[in-house]
């Protein structure tokens, strides 16, 4: 091959474009000469002997093999799958056979099941090592921080625990990421010291404990630093801020404690900051315009006072700030005409007062804003009526009147999928005015406001709801028979108000809950949702709208009548909560067809019969309660009915089991019951007609022997 590109060189160099072209035949010769290099180096080398069994001890410790690992003395590792092998010689070795050596392990979600060998150790020349997403077990073996050549280790999503060395030799490591498993015990007190290319350290969802490390000063060139989900305590070192390459820090849910230091301003690179779920107090210091292009902070959970820092609230490029669970206090001043970015603002569960903020329209790009659980008092500003960015708004507990002004307002936010407007407007009328109309609305939430007045009627235009909370208001009248517009709805709860009538048969026909998969568009990554799924449940907090459970909850009202056979259509549902109303009749078996039930609670009303023993194919059903009903007969004693409290049957007329009296034999029973029955008693009747004729057939045998020994009997 090199007798070939010399005869190019030289026909190209006596060619009439001659020694012109030179420079760009010097190009052709290096590239084919670079890949002449690399194809030996790939196809006609061989892995060096020490790497193929170092490989060999490392696999044997996993099940599954990796397909195409052939494991014998002749095997070439270099092409294996998930192996990167380069020669010796342009890896500057003093190998006279120039043997191929292993620079990179890659077996990332490959299901690998067992323990990390020691033999990694020696493979001495590798540069990656990538094992992630497995199900690695056991701990790290020491060897594999004494690889010289290690510029990438991730060992992420696995199950590791032990320690982290506090002694490193690790020069030429650039990214290490262990995140994901979990590792105890104290972080490397200097992790620096010997790897100060470190560019990328992820120790994340691990249970590390100990005080935060110090000796980042060393790492000059790290950029992105994740230690959130630990135990880490105290404060942060000092030395941390003088990383000036650093962009991301990310040290949230920790037991971290003590003021923000205003040495956090030397980090000038510094884009995303979440310290979320510590315990960090004092003012959060104003120094946020020597940030070059600051975008997120996330500092919600935390104990700060004080207000918003003007360098904050005048920030260019933020685009989110969450800053709920905190005790930040004073009037709410943001510079919207500056803030232009801003996309996200979560601010819940502080002290702010005063009015709502007029000016929030003209931060032009806001889509999410939670104001909730503030000391806000008044109206809606009208200018939100030009909010055409808003997509979610929470002002739950802001101490808001007139709700007919806001919802006349909000109409006017032509984007808004969520509203969520609880814990105001004190004894008022929800307005059913014709002209309230809401196109885009998929979440209304607007629970324990005490409102009085019938469902409005207005509500049936807003036909893409997915999510209709109206529970602990004074709502009266019907339920109406138009809910089955509703063709997305899989969370109702209509509990705790004075709702009278029949069931309308429109529930029973929610599309989302009988026949498609429930999907629901979610609006905000950030903002917490908090729910009351039914009364065998505290308060859920729901981090993503995707996990609502499926819930029809009609509890605590005046409702009368049957319970439809056709809700048994409404095979997605997980809660049916009818506690508490004049229900009567009997328990439909159809119901045994809500294969996704989870909690059934058909308790304190008037229904009869006995409980369908079909209800015992309900597998996934937890909770189940008929107390105090006029209920009679056998309780079902299969299926979910092993585990369920004799509470749960209490004030009905229960027979049977340790709790009720003895069954009597004409007591009714279900058919399917009654078909064990008859089953049990033919067998008794089949057993017993067995016994009887092998027991006169025994007796005559008897009979015919003692007869015969009477006749030998001398005298007899």
Known sequence: KVLILEQRFSLLLSSEMGFYHYRWVMILVVLELCFFYSSQSQHDLTCHPRDLAALGDFINEF?????????????????????????????????????????????????????????????????????????????????????????????????????????????????????????????????????????????????????????????????????????????????????????????????????LSPALGNLSHLVHLDISSNSFSGEIPDVFNKFLEFKILLAHDNMFTGGIPKSLANSQSLILLSLRYNSLSGPLRLNCDVMTNLTSLDLGSNQFNSSLPENLPSCRNLRNVNLARNRFHGHVPESYKDFHSLFYISLT??????????????????????????????????????????????VLIVSNCGLTGPMPSWLSKSTNLQVLDLSWNLLNGAIPNWMDGFTSLFYLDLSRNSFIG????????????????????????????????????????????????????????????????????????????????????????TLSEMTSLEVLDLSNNNISGSIPGFLQKLTSLSAFSVANNSLSGRIPAGGPFKTISWLDFEGNHFCDGDYFPRCELDTPQEPEQAEQSRTSDDDFVLDFSYGLALGYGLALVIAAFLTCSAFELPGK
């Not at 499926?550 to 909560?577: A, C, M, Q, R």
Request: glycine share 6%; charged share 20%; aromatic share 8%.
């Open 63 to 259: 099940e599954p093999k990796p397909h195409g690992w052939a494991l014998n003395s002749s095997a070439d590792c270099c092409q294996w799958v998930g192996i990167t092998c380069k020669s010796s010689s342009s890896l500057r070795l003093n190998d006279p056979n120039n043997t191929a050596r292993v620079t990179k392990l890659e077996l990332a979600n490959r299901r690998l099941n067992g323990a990390l060998s020691k033999s990694l150790g020696r493979l001495d020349q590798i540069r990656v090592l990538n094992l992630s997403k497995n199900f690695i077990l056991g701990s790290i073996p020491p060897s594999v921080f004494k690889l010289v050549h290690l510029e990438i280790l991730d060992l992420s999503s696995n199950i590791l625990i032990g320690l982290i060395p506090q002694s490193l030799k690790l020069p030429s490591l650039t990214s290490v990421n262990l995140s994901s498993n979990r590792l105890s015990g104290s972080l490397p007190a200097h992790v620096c010291q010997n790897s100060t290319k470190l560019r990328l350290i992820r120790l994340e969802s691990n249970t590390f404990s100990g005080g935060f490390p110090s000796g980042f000063e060393k790492c000059a060139l790290l950029e992105q630093l994740f230690l959130g989900g630990n135990k880490l305590t105290g404060n942060i070192p000092e030395d941390l801020f003088q990383l000036q390459r650093l962009n991301l820090l990310r040290i949230q849910e920790n037991s971290l404690f003590g003021s």
């Open 397 to 442: 507990n802001c101490r808001l009147v007139d709700i007919s002004l806001t919802l006349h307002i909000l109409k006017h936010c032509k984007n808004l999928t969520t509203l969520i407007l609880s814990s105001n407007f004190p004894g008022e009328m929800l307005p059913d005015h014709p002209s309230l109309h809401f196109v885009k609305l998929k």
């Open 502 to 589: 029949v069931i309308p048969k429109s529930l029973t026909m929610l599309q989302s809950l009988s026949s498609r998969n429930i999907s629901f568009d979610e609006t905000s990554l950030v903002f917490p949702f908090l729910f009351r799924r039914n009364e065998f449940a505290r308060l859920h907090q729901y981090n993503q709208s995707s996990e609502f459970i499926p819930t029809i909850d009609l509890s605590y009202n005046n409702l009368y009548g049957p319970i439809w056979e056709e809700f048994g259509n409404l095979k997605k549902l997980h809660v049916f909560d009818l506690n508490a109303n004049r229900l009567s009749g009997e328990i439909p078996s």
